[in-house]
């Protein structure tokens, strides 16, 4: 049983392994030998940068994102505290710290400061954008 596990472990490990050096354009005949903590580390920087990525790409689609997705999280929170308060045979500990954990979370959302969109560009006495005149 623990051999097979074993095995899975590290079926996984080695596809991860082709995927985040193919994504991240790396030769694999030069990483050969990475260890597991290295893949894995990798894999979470390379997550965390896709993340980011897809943020600022929605952002610069529609700048209101940020603050939708921080009125989100804040209703979430709000539900779960409603929920907690009323269910029986938590333990005050786990609510304690689950409340205390989203809170932070909620206080990294609201820190973000991804860059605003570009300003429009300047207008001509035309009334048209500058490049248009």
């Known amino acids: ?22 994504a991240l354009k790396k030769d694999s005949s030069r990483h050969s030998k990475l260890e597991k903590a290295d893949i894995l580390e990798m894999t979470v920087k390379h997550l965390r ?4 990525a897809q943020m ?16 989100g999280f804040n209703e979430c ?12 045979g938590v333990n005050t500990e786990v609510r304690s710290r689950l409340l205390g954990h989203l809170s932070t979370c909620l206080g990294q959302i609201v820190a973000m400061n991804y860059p ?10 035309s009334g048209q954008p500058a490049h248009l005149a």
Not at 77 to 88: A, G, H, I, P, Y
């Open 116 to 125: 605003p969109p570009p300003p429009p560009p300047p207008q001509a006495a």
């Open 49 to 52: 940068n896709l993340q980011r």
């Open 1 to 22: 049983m623990e051999k097979r596990r074993r095995a899975r472990i590290n079926e996984s490990l080695g596809q991860l392994k082709t995927l985040i050096l193919d």
């Open 56 to 71: 600022t790409a929605a952002l610069s689609a529609d700048p209101t994102v940020l603050g939708k997705y921080r009125a």
């Open 77 to 88: 929170m709000n539900e779960v505290t409603r929920f907690l308060s009323t269910c029986e």
